[in-house]
């Protein structure tokens, strides 16, 4: 089975700080994706990021970067120069799949509320 | 990319009657899932719907409490039958696409 854990509820920081929000999974399968999403206040869910377990090199995005380590099997997720419009739920997620798609069932993390403050 | 559409996007009902909520995306997806996201907590995946046959639930949900159909490609529908106010959660409707899953508004159910 698989289980993914996000250790930190909530987090508030100050606005301009860096953030990282840890996720770690569990899986038998060896052919597996890793997903970030957001999910502001207004509750629709933003894709983020996808990454599969075969393609370890981190990624950045603008303020965004992650950071895949198989041997740990996290996946975290780091806020650079955190922004108010930052403020909201981050959910880790988890699929097993083929080399070709990811066309599975997700399998979310308890999410991690983040609160930007001014 | 999918858009997904979900109708109604809130109701209130009341205890003992049933919800229908509608999930159109707007080009064709290979799998459908419904999921349940409770208040503050992170979402749970109820069945995965497929198209023409029976939908494969996930442990702790029955078909006879969530009867769901997939007619064709872009459209699903999801019951909640038999609401009692622990039913009240928002329910979200996704759509498997190339590389991600693409997920709708959500419909916010509360049940009095």
């Known amino acids: 089975a698989q289980k993914v854990t996000q250790a930190q509820t909530e987090i508030s920081v100050v606005e301009k700080e860096d953030v990282t929000l840890d996720c770690v999974y569990e899986t038998r399968d060896t052919t597996y994706y890793l997903f970030w999403y957001k999910q502001p206040p207004s509750g629709e869910l933003v894709f983020l990021i996808r990454r599969n377990s075969f393609d370890e090199q981190n990624e950045i995005s603008g303020r965004y970067s992650w950071n895949f380590q198989k041997s740990t099997s996290s996946f975290n997720f780091t806020i650079t120069a955190s922004q108010v419009v930052d403020s909201a739920v981050y959910f880790c997620a988890l699929s097993e799949g083929d080399q070709y798609n990811a066309g599975n069932m997700l399998t979310f993390g308890g999410g991690t509320r983040l609160m930007v403050k001014p | 990319s999918a858009v997904i559409s979900q109708k109604p996007s809130r109701d209130i009902c009341q205890r003992g009657t049933s919800l229908t909520i509608q999930c159109q995306v707007d080009?064709?997806?290979?799998?459908m899932f419904w999921y349940r996201q409770q208040p503050g907590q992170s979402l749970t995946l109820i069945a995965t719907a497929n198209q023409g046959s029976e939908a494969t639930y996930e442990s702790g949900f029955v078909i006879d409490k969530f009867p769901i159909s997939r007619p064709n490609l872009t459209f699903s529908t999801l019951t909640v039958s038999n609401l009692s106010p622990e039913d009240s959660s928002i329910y979200l409707c996704?759509?498997?696409?190339?590389?991600?899953?693409?997920f709708g508004p959500g419909t916010r159910l509360t049940v009095t």
């Open positions: 996704s759509g498997q696409g190339v590389y991600e899953q693409y």
């Open positions: 080009s064709q997806v290979t799998m």
